[in-house]
Structures are given as structure tokens and as C-alpha cells.
């Protein structure tokens, strides 16, 4: 049997032992023995083979948990970035739309002012100059009531998206603390394999056998979806 270490990639690595010769241990004539004599080192401890279909299977896991993590932070990033353009849009969206809103309400008051001079001073206008302040009025007063309707849409829609794009904000947060939990305990069953299994010596027939153990579970498993369909 051949014992072999287990590493972050599951490679096989024959154990070599190699014993030097002590060619200067000198012999004490009284007795005989040799005055630095060689110590056997203990053998390390080589793993069951339940502890290391333990191993393999986690990280199996980890390898698999990696993939996924890293799709799902993906997403994240992709979303991130939608949400910032989304913002960035809003900001612009809110300032033309403020400048819009803000030119009518100018405009209305202008034009309730002019009537209001006019009504004031019109006794003492010529009536020409009347009827032309007057026309002047009333027709500003035909544009701002025919472009009031669109400026107010606009306010409403602008007031929408923004809720809409507000109650995107929670969940988006909600998805980020998600995702760093995963990445939290990602790096915890990182840590375990590295303790638990990293360098830790095993018997390759035990390997042989978990692997043939797998195949034979993917094939029943495989047989039995095939059966269903």
C-alpha cells in the first residue's frame, strides 16, 4: 500500500523515505554502543478512509461552492452596475425635470402678475396698448395651459421611477449581506479543509476505493433518472 499526502489539489505524491547511514558514530569500547545512536522518527498518522472520503467530499463541496459564489457575485456586480446607471439617469432625469417644472411655475406667476397689473393700471393705459398687453396675456396663458398637462406628466413619471427605482435599494443591500455571509462561510470550510486535510497522509487504495464508490453511485443514480423519463 502506498501512503501519499493529501494537497489542496488532491495530488499524489509518493513518500520517500531515505535513511542515512550514521558513517561517524563512534563505539564506546566499555560497552559497546554507539554514542550518538539514531532515533527512529514516529510514523505519521495516515488518515481512515472515512476521514478521507471527508476530505474528499469536502472539497468536492468547496470547489462547487467556489463556482457558484462566484456566479452569484457576478450577478451582484451586474445588478450593482444597472442600479448606478439606473441612479445616475434618475439624478439627470431630476434636474430637467426641476428646471421644466420650475420655468411653468415662473411662467404662471408672470402671467397672473401681468393680469394683475393690468387689471391695476388698465384705466390709465391707452387702449391699444391694453388690448395688446391683454392679447399678450391670454395667449401666454393658451401656451402655459396647453404645456401644464405635459410638465405635470412628467413629475409623475419622474416621481415613479424613482420610487421604483428606490425599492430596488433594499433588496440590492439585502443581496450584498447574502453574499458576503456565503463568502464568509466559504472561507470557514476553506479553513477546515486546510486543517482538517491539507498535507495529511493517506493510503491510495483507499482513494481507489472511494473513487469506484462515486462512479458506482453516478451510474445507479444516472440509471434511475433514465428509468424515470
Not at 10 to 32: E, I, M, Q, R, S
Request: hydrophobic share 40%; net charge neutral; charged share 35%.
Amino acid at each position: 500500500m502506498k501512503r501519499l499526502l493529501l494537497t489542496s489539489a488532491l495530488l499524489l505524491a509518493f513518500a520517500a523515505a531515505h535513511a542515512d547511514t550514521n558513517t561517524g558514530a563512534k563505539v564506546d569500547p566499555k560497552n559497546n554502543k554507539v554514542s550518538n545512536p539514531v532515533v527512529d522518527k514516529p510514523k505519521p498518522k495516515v488518515m481512515t478512509r472515512d476521514e478521507l472520503r471527508a476530505c474528499m467530499d469536502l472539497q468536492d463541496a468547496n470547489t462547487a461552492e467556489a463556482k457558484a459564489l462566484r456566479a452569484d457575485q457576478d450577478a451582484f456586480k451586474a445588478e450593482q452596475a444597472a442600479l448606478k446607471a439606473e441612479g445616475d439617469d434618475l439624478s439627470k432625469r431630476s434636474q430637467e425635470v426641476q428646471a421644466q417644472f420650475k420655468a411653468a411655475t415662473d411662467e404662471r406667476d408672470a402671467i397672473q402678475k401681468g393680469y394683475e397689473d393690468l387689471k391695476a393700471n388698465g384705466s390709465k393705459m391707452e387702449k391699444a396698448d391694453f388690448d395688446a398687453k391683454k392679447k399678450d396675456l391670454d395667449d401666454r396663458t393658451k401656451a402655459f395651459e396647453a404645456n401644464a398637462p405635459t410638465v405635470n406628466q412628467k413629475v409623475v413619471e419622474f416621481k415613479q421611477a424613482q420610487a421604483d427605482y428606490n425599492a430596488k435599494i433594499e433588496p440590492h443591500n439585502a443581496r450584498l449581506a447574502a453574499v458576503q455571509k456565503r463568502q464568509d462561510a466559504y472561507l470557514d470550510s476553506q479553513d477546515k479543509w486546510s486543517t482538517d486535510c491539507a498535507n495529511k497522509q493517506f493510503d491510495q487504495t483507499d482513494e481507489i476505493a472511494i473513487k469506484k464508490e462515486r462512479a458506482a453511485k453516478a451510474a445507479a443514480a444516472a440509471a434511475a433518472s433514465a428509468a424515470a423519463h
